[in-house]
């Protein structure tokens, strides 16, 4: 199925939202911060969610979305893009005849309280969970997703979540960083021509798996490398970026976290390695960019899910909708929480059903549903973006150059 009902409700949701100037949806969201309790999920528990659900005039989803924590404003995007869709399909008639409700627990970006978000989120009526979007948390949660019972839509693009792992309720939203990675080597040696890569990651699943992608890549092409790693929370990275400079490497690719990705945005110029700078999808995010000079960004590229510069038509419509709801621009973590709702959206309409077993199935068998961050198909190994935009920084802010859509 390349396209289905959800393409015509996407476009005139989004020209609602943008007549009406969308509110939060506080009407539609429950939201808690109390994350010390847990549940366990049974068999009989399991059975009496669904016909919870079937009975219900509502159709609840959770997210569990980094509120509080060392990177608060990701969790607020994430919130605001996930309400904003469930605005939008309510606004336009529900789904199977029923409002869309919105779970909101915060996992405040650490693995202890990611569980417990987990827990409080497979405590409810959810028919399935989108996010937490940090690598280490999904890993932390997903066995819990799967005694529940319920799909979980993650936006975490560590490689592990599917190599070390097959869990069936499990579904990525935005390129693994198999694939991201593998883009930024080939955009270093192919397309800038540079011949010794310095590779600066974290130390985290999210910077190893990148890593470890690239460094495949590089061997396999013959093309020397130079690897340096720091931690999350380093607020000195003097020593690794004065080793790659004395490599004398001539690109650097750097995958790491918001605050990290500023660090050595900053460290990079102070230090005078002036070589181009290829970086994962955080130094394109305004979160990032505001922390950073515009200097400091000279000949960064990045590879990212999404950009506000992107002039297709579904990116203008969704940033306009953003805007009139919420007076700002969207980012990556906004755009990847709202297409997941219309991702589930889609499914329970396909399946008939809210019941948790059908919607998985219906996930699995997604294929060409068109949103702003990509075109979403359900690999076999429940993968549902398959390429990645290529951005410059221009003036500190992310301008679109290319998407590349890898083959498998």
């Not at 609602?16 to 999920?41: R, W």
């Not at 919105?102 to 417990?116: E, K, P």
């Not at 000195?236 to 490599?247: C, F, G, N, P």
């Amino acid at each position: 199925m390349k396209k289905s009902w959800l393409a015509g409700l996407m476009a005139t949701a989004l020209t609602v939202s943008m007549l009406a100037g969308c509110s939060s949806g506080a009407s539609t969201t429950k939201e808690t911060k109390d994350t010390a309790a847990s549940t366990e999920t049974t068999a009989e528990s399991k059975s009496e969610t669904t016909a919870a659900a079937d009975d219900s005039d509502t159709i609840l989803i959770g997210v569990s979305a980094s509120i509080t924590g060392s990177a608060p404003t990701n969790g607020l995007r994430t919130q605001q893009g996930a309400q904003l869709a469930v605005d939008e399909i309510n606004a336009a008639g529900g789904v199977l005849g029923k409002q869309l409700e919105l779970y909101v627990a915060d996992d405040g970006g650490t693995q202890d309280t990611g569980i417990n978000a987990t827990n409080l989120i497979a405590s409810q009526n959810v028919v399935a969970q989108v996010g937490p979007n940090l690598s280490g948390l999904a890993l932390a949660v997903e066995g819990i997703v799967s005694e529940a019972g319920y799909p979980m839509l993650v936006g975490a693009t560590s490689p592990k979540l599917v190599t070390t792992i097959n869990n069936e309720w499990l579904f990525r939203i935005r390129a693994s960083d198999s694939i991201q990675a593998q883009l930024a080597a080939v955009y270093a040696t192919e397309n800038l021509g540079c011949k010794k890569i310095g590779l600066f990651t974290n130390s985290n699943d999210y910077g190893s798996g990148a890593r470890t992608v690239a460094e495949e890549y590089l061997t396999e092409k013959g093309i020397d490398f130079v690897t340096e790693q720091h931690n999350t929370g380093d607020t000195d990275m003097t020593s690794q970026v004065l080793k790659l400079k004395d490599a004398g490497v001539d690109c650097v690719i750097v995958w790491t976290d918001d605050a990290e990705t500023a660090l050595a945005a900053r460290q990079f110029y102070d230090l005078g390695l002036d070589v181009p700078v290829i970086g994962s999808t955080s130094i394109s995010t305004p979160q990032v960019n505001e922390l950073c000079q515009p200097e400091w960004l000279d000949n960064w590229y990045s590879v990212t899910d999404f950009t506000t510069s992107n002039p297709s038509e579904e990116v203008q419509k969704f940033v306009e909708s953003f805007k009139a709801a919420y007076n700002e621009e969207p980012e990556l973590y906004a755009t990847t929480y709202y297409g997941s709702i219309y991702i589930v959206a889609d499914a329970i309409e396909r399946a008939g059903s809210t019941d948790p077993a059908a919607i998985r199935d219906a996930l699995a068998e997604t294929d060409g549903l068109v949103g702003p961050l990509a075109t979403y198909t359900a690999d076999d190994i429940r993968e549902m973006v398959h390429g990645g935009t290529i951005c410059k920084m221009v003036d500190g802010k992310a301008e679109f150059l290319e998407y590349i859509l890898v083959e498998e």
